[in-house]
């Protein structure tokens, strides 16, 4: 009469080793996942974002791109002739911009290990800059000529960042930088009545450059503006 109760326990209790082993494994699983999570995040915390990985013949001749637009958006007119000594006036020429060359920037550490590494710049990471002008520019053709550049980068979806108008007893400057939301690059515009000469700034952020990447002796680094505006 005690038989069938002693192979009813022994029945229900040969499930049970599987589930404790099952129930182990699936605990050590879980420490693993959150420990792997954790791990991770830590590393984030300590190394911050990731720089993002650029090719620098592509950026530069993104940039000179951008130049070319800007050059041809201020679309200058003809300097103004002017009557010589003798009588005769000069010959009629354009605003001509100088010649931009493209330069790297340093990037730094993010995260906290920012912190270990107080102002020591990355040695695979650059920014890139070119720098260029237009002298000897009127107030009023550099008013119109910026115009025409904020219209096109405001129609195009940049940002307005930065107004650099100011007007003072010594000096009077106008510009202004616009921001591309989806690159993040830069243009900024400047003009003073001291020097006359419209400044322009085109800038790619921060990113990690090949191992073999040399600025030295750099074949893309040079700009000509391939315009030289409408009239």
């Known amino acids: 009469m ?18 404790v082993a099952g129930l182990a494994l699936a605990v050590a699983v879980a420490v693993a996942v959150v420990g792997n999570l954790v791990v991770g995040q ?11 990985s650029v090719d620098p013949d592509a950026v530069a001749q ?13 679309a200058l007119p003809e300097i103004p002739e002017v009557p010589e000594k003798s009588g005769k006036y000069k010959k009629s020429r354009k605003y001509a911009a100088a010649p931009g060359k493209i330069a790297t920037g340093a990037c730094y550490y993010r995260g906290l290990r920012g ?4 102002d020591e710049a990355h040695s695979d990471v650059r920014s890139f800059g070119l720098d260029w002008s237009v002298p000897h520019v009127p107030e009023a053709t550099a008013r119109d000529a910026q115009q025409r550049v904020r219209q096109r980068l405001v129609k195009q979806g940049w940002k307005h960042t930065h107004d650099g108008d100011r007007a ?22 400047r003009w003073n009545d001291s020097t006359t000469t419209l400044f322009i700034s085109v800038y790619a952020p921060c990113g990690e450059v090949p191992d073999d990447f040399a600025e030295y002796g750099w074949s893309e680094a040079d700009w000509r503006p391939k315009r030289t505006g409408r009239p």
Do not use: C, M
């Open 115 to 118: 912190f270990a590494h107080i």
């Open 168 to 189: 003072g007893a010594a000096l009077r400057e106008l510009g202004f930088r616009f921001e591309d939301p989806e690159s993040g690059d830069q243009v900024d515009v």
């Open 42 to 52: 830590v590393g984030k915390v300590w190394n911050g974002e990731p720089y993002p």
């Open 62 to 74: 993104r940039l000179k791109d951008r130049s070319d637009e800007v050059y041809d958006d201020f």
């Open 2 to 19: 005690f038989k069938t109760p002693v192979r009813r326990v022994r029945a229900f209790g040969r499930p049970i080793p599987h589930a």
